[in-house]
């Protein structure tokens, strides 16, 4: 069976807050987050947001996960920069190539662009991945408020 990626339609709502509620509580993010910032995620998703956008991967209809991109502008690197702000794929479809075709899909699709993302240290899977996938550590400390 064929996987596919396709955009994230309000039909995913009940799903992709599943899917967000378990990776969010898992070790591989810091914050937990709550429904009403997972449902306003979605929301943005799947409405006309030009920062945010939502996409499923699926084999028969059958989930097996879910990214979002949010798009900026990096003057740091003089392009534009998508950061891939979650890429989750359910326990049972990790370690079949899954992951690397979500984000080689994502990085087809904006060419000529700064792709960036966060990881845990712990989370050694998905560190591998991403440097498999081309992507380097940035030796710096990144800040909120």
């Given at each position: 069976?064929?996987?596919?990626?396709?955009?994230m339609?309000?039909?995913?709502?009940?799903?992709?807050l599943?899917?967000?509620r378990?990776?969010?509580?898992s070790?591989?993010?810091?914050?937990?987050?709550?429904?009403?910032?997972?449902?306003n995620?979605?929301?943005?998703?799947?409405?006309?947001?030009?920062?945010?956008?939502g996409?499923?991967?699926?084999?028969?209809?059958?989930p097996?996960g879910?990214?979002?991109?949010?798009k900026?502008?990096?003057?740091?690197?003089?392009?534009?920069?998508?950061?891939?702000?979650?890429?989750?794929?359910?326990?049972?479809?990790?370690g079949?190539g899954?992951?690397k075709?979500?984000?080689?899909?994502?990085?087809?699709?904006?060419?000529?662009c700064?792709?960036?993302?966060?990881?845990?240290?712990?989370?050694?899977?998905?560190?591998r991945?991403?440097?498999?996938c081309?992507?380097?550590?940035?030796?710096?400390?990144?800040?909120?408020?």
């Amino acid at each position: 069976m064929e996987n596919i990626i396709r955009n994230m339609t309000p039909q995913d709502k009940d799903i992709v807050l599943e899917m967000m509620r378990v990776f969010y509580a898992s070790p591989a993010v810091l914050s937990n987050g709550s429904d009403e910032i997972f449902l306003n995620d979605i929301e943005n998703c799947v409405n006309d947001s030009p920062y945010l956008e939502g996409y499923i991967m699926e084999n028969s209809d059958e989930p097996q996960g879910y990214a979002m991109v949010a798009k900026s502008f990096s003057t740091e690197f003089g392009k534009p920069c998508i950061w891939i702000e979650d890429l989750y794929l359910k326990e049972e479809y990790r370690g079949a190539g899954l992951g690397k075709q979500l984000l080689d899909f994502i990085t087809q699709k904006y060419p000529n662009c700064i792709f960036r993302l966060e990881a845990e240290a712990e989370n050694e899977r998905a560190v591998r991945l991403y440097k498999k996938c081309g992507f380097s550590v940035l030796p710096y400390l990144e800040m909120k408020k």
